[in-house]
């Protein structure tokens, strides 16, 4: 009775050990050592190789077959125990490799997997996020200027081929069925795009509007990288040098073209410049006015140092600086220096310049013009502090403002910190 359920039992444990199913985790050739990550789904098996190609093996009439290429050819996969498998030939039977179990996935790798397997569900509602987020907006121009066109039709290229390889190659449907949401979301994109759904295009065909958006996008396409190698404030510094130009009360032609390339550089759309007598003459206090509110804006040390050249750069570029432009030049050469210290620290040379009045008469007088100041005793007298400048040439000029006007004035070198 004992030897009867004995045997029973042992033929019941080898039926059970017939039916074994493969464990998944990394296997290796016994003979190539090449190794292969075995995926199941049920009585299905995924060989993924380390060159990233798939083999799908699929159970039929209690024969586990390939459903795509395995080396040279299609095959059968035998299962020797629930840790090793051989690979055969399907028309020789022909053993094409023998593989057994060396390493499980770790918890890490079944947690990834199991985020893998919910990636369709939650890309489905990704999508549906994006799509109900522009949906309604379809039909505004500024949203579909904001899409770029070209971005949206590479989209095909790129998920086209992933597709395909999904399909017939991977046999990788769940992948597939991400490239599908891929390929609806760049269909949209790019019918949104294109103006497909705006009112005023209503009646256009497609490939008209898809053109236009094409040649609307091609003058956009360096805007980026303009702007990130275009400098601070430039629209500024070409102010500034049209300015600088019309000082003398004469543009040159060789001025005009030195304004026109740095525009044309930095994609800045300016009128068009005619030489000779300028429309508006400059007025020296408006251009010191704007060069400080440049400054103001904290363009980049090298790039303000860079303005300096710039600026004698277009004082000389007719061959002949007036003497305008040289105050012009001297003045905003130690405005920019006073900026540059500022940044590094330590001093700066400047000219004060100050009115002397002589006697109660000139105190009143200067008040009455310059009511913001202040008196002050200085070197045994009463001074009026009226400014610091950074050219002496421009203190000068100050200076002669005010002797104009019959008052003393006269400029000090004085050295301030700014550490």
């Known amino acids: 009775m004992i030897q009867n359920l004995s045997k029973l039992l042992f033929i019941f444990c080898f039926s059970i050990a017939s039916e074994d199913k493969l464990i998944e985790g990394f296997y290796v050739d016994v003979n190539s050592k090449d190794s292969i990550n075995l995926k199941k789904d049920e009585n299905n098996y995924t060989l993924e190789f380390s060159n990233g190609n798939f083999v799908l093996f699929t159970s039929q009439d209690g024969t586990i077959a390939s459903k795509n290429s395995f080396i040279d050819g299609f095959s059968t996969l035998k299962i020797i125990n629930n840790q090793t498998f051989e690979v055969h030939d399907k028309k020789s039977n022909e053993v094409l490799g023998k593989y057994k179990l060396y390493a499980k996935p770790s918890w890490l790798l079944r947690l990834i997997q199991i985020l893998a397997s919910g990636a369709l569900l939650i890309s489905i509602f990704q999508a549906y996020l994006k799509v109900n987020k522009i949906w309604k907006r379809r039909t505004i121009t500024e949203v579909a200027n904001s899409i770029s066109i070209v971005a949206s039709l590479l989209g095909f290229a790129v998920i086209v081929p992933f597709l395909l390889n999904s399909l017939f190659i991977s046999q990788d449907y769940l992948s597939a069925g991400k490239s ?16 497909y759904f705006l009112e005023e295009n209503r009646g256009k065909s497609l490939v008209k509007l898809l053109l236009n958006a094409l040649s609307a996008e091609k003058s956009e396409s360096a805007d980026l990288i303009t702007s990130m190698v275009r400098p601070k404030g430039a629209k500024k510094i070409i102010d500034i040098l049209h300015k600088l130009a019309a000082i003398d009360d004469d543009v040159a032609q060789e001025e005009i073209d030195l304004i026109n390339d740095f525009a044309e550089k930095w994609r800045i759309s300016i009128p068009e410049l005619i030489p000779g007598k300028p429309d ?6 408006e251009l010191k006015a704007l060069v400080q509110s440049y400054l103001d804006e904290g363009p980049d040390i090298a790039v303000a140092e860079g303005l300096v050249d710039l600026i004698n750069l277009m004082a000389e570029a007719d061959d ?5 432009e040289a105050m012009a030049v001297s003045e905003f050469t130690g405005m920019i220096s006073h900026y540059v210290s500022m940044e590094k620290g330590g001093e700066v040379q400047m000219f004060e310049v100050s009115i002397v009045p002589q006697g109660e008469e000139q105190i009143k007088a200067v008040r009455e013009i310059l009511p913001e100041l202040d008196v002050v005793d200085d070197r045994g007298g009463k001074v009026f502090k009226v400014g610091k400048y950074f050219s002496e040439d421009y203190a000068e000029a100050v ?4 002797i104009a006007l019959g008052l003393y004035s006269g400029a000090t070198k004085v050295k301030v910190d700014l550490s």
């Open 399 to 402: 200076c002669k403002k005010y």
């Open 320 to 324: 002949e600086v007036t003497p305008e």
């Open 280 to 285: 508006e003459v400059t007025n020296l206090v």
């Open 180 to 195: 599908m949401i891929g390929l609806f979301l760049a269909l949209l994109f790019s019918l949104i795009s294109s103006g």
